[in-house]
């Protein structure tokens, strides 16, 4: 017994136990924080998602509602003697309560000499809609404003914040904001006449009324709202005057007073204006995050079997990521030349086995630089991204689409012979061709792609030279005058 405490007492006062504990420890410590931030990253991405869902439906829904307005626009100017029947029977066709919620109003403002824009009809049928009858939208010099901009540029406008009177709530009116958005009704084309021309020839406008409660009641969905609450702001500016609605005391039995974790700020442009989103997390998205701490990690971790089992399963998991990441291209998420190379060499093998041909296409952007010159790299770099966007949607699961760099793709057709690769091919020419690009504002292209095409035969041993003749089938179709697929045999 005695031996047996000095043994003990021995290998206590041996550096090497304590530094074991050290290092033991200090692993655990820092795979529960790398846990840690691998949770609240989740969590951020989760959020920004909805946030990214919810932009996407507030924009949806605002072009559908310029399309109801510039088509009431439209059914005027080919009937200017239109009378109230008429237009009631229109505004009814369209379905506005089924199709799109959240209008209040289309209105016609009809243009009277020196006496303004009257509204002259108004719809739906409502008390509400009724008192519009005979107001003059230009002596309000917020709706005016977007007015005049409709008509200097002949397009549809939406106006800045407009408080509407909403329903009464304890003997007081609620004010509501909203906006307008204004479509002008001309008596003939005036896309080349002069601003004076298009005065003279400007008969009215449509104008749509939305107020921002019932404009988003109806795009977010349940799901959404649990995870965020958002601050819509006509213009950058975020002052309390610009705020068109705060979800939290707009919908909201009880607004959130604690901090928000999650937050994201988004701008686009709308009709002529800019509107700005504060993203905020609801906080029970936050209170779930905090409560899927990862406690029992940390505490399992004290014993050596699970320590060295979370351990290796955190380092696997980091050299798979890290491996996933140098396999994709940063910009356009496509896989790049490294990850094309690993995996023919386990396709060649399986192409044989099976006996089919591998289909190679070689794509480069058509006067790339040039576009770079001109727009801007950002405006360049926009459109690899939706090069890239564009071949993951129109290749298949087995195929493989790469950015080999610049301007330069490829895509392998696992299967395909040269027939059905060269189709493949045009018909991705032909969507990059019609894809339309717009970026700050500005519409970039065409853009048209040359692209070289060849197959693998089944016995084919080298890929690299059907890559090599598919790059020379590019090089043909650039001297042809590129925006064009050339394909090359390979018969070895």
Known sequence: MQLRVEGAGESLRSPIPWVALTAALALVLTGWIGLEHSRA????????????????????????????????????????????????DFIIQLQMEERFPGIQSIAYAQRKVGDGFPIVFAEPPSARNAVLLGYDPSRDSTRQGAMVRARD???????????????????????????????????????????????????????????????LRGVLDEGVLEVLDMEVYDEPNTAQANLLIDTRTAWRASPATEPSQ????????????????????????DAAVQANRSWGVLTAGGFVSVLIFVLTSALVASWNRAHRLS?????????????????????????????????????????????NDTFGHDTGDHV?????????????????????????????????????????????RTAIETMTIQY??????????????????????????ALRQADKALYTAKQAGRNRVVTAAIDD
């Open 41 to 88: 990253e989740e969590a951020r991405v989760q959020f920004e998602k909805r946030t990214q869902t919810a932009e996407g439906a507030i924009r949806t829904r605002l072009a559908s509602y310029e399309q109801v307005v510039r088509a009431a626009a439209a059914r005027i100017a080919s009937a200017p003697a239109v009378s109230r029947g008429e237009w009631h």
């Open 440 to 465: 700050a504002g500005r519409s970039v292209g065409p853009v048209t792609v040359s692209i070289g095409v060849a197959a693998m035969p089944p016995h084919a041993q080298d890929w690299t030279f």
């Open 384 to 428: 690899l991204e939706r090069t890239g966007a564009l071949l993951r949607e129109a290749t298949r699961g087995s195929d493989i689409a790469c950015r080999f760099g610049g301007e330069e793709f490829a895509v392998i057709l696992p299967g395909a012979s040269l027939l059905v690769a060269r189709n493949r091919a045009e018909s991705i």
């Open 262 to 285: 999650f937050s994201r700020r988004a701008s686009f442009p709308v009709l002529g204006r800019s509107w700005t989103i504060l993203f905020k997390s609801r906080p029970e998205f």
């Open 327 to 371: 396999m994709r291209d940063p910009l356009t998420g496509l896989f790049n030349r490294r990850y094309l190379e690993e995996t023919m060499v386990r396709e060649l093998p399986r192409a044989r086995r099976l006996g089919d041909s591998v289909g190679v296409m070689v794509l480069d952007l058509d006067h790339f630089k040039a576009l």
């Open 153 to 215: 540029t002949g397009e549809a406008s939406i106006s800045g914040k407009v408080t509407f009177a909403g329903a009464p709530r304890a003997g007081m009116v609620e004010h509501v904001p909203g906006f307008v958005m204004v479509a002008p009704v001309f008596r003939r084309d005036v896309r080349s006449l002069t601003g004076p021309q298009r005065e003279t020839e400007l008969a009215g406008y449509v104008l749509g009324t939305f107020r921002m409660q019932d404009l």
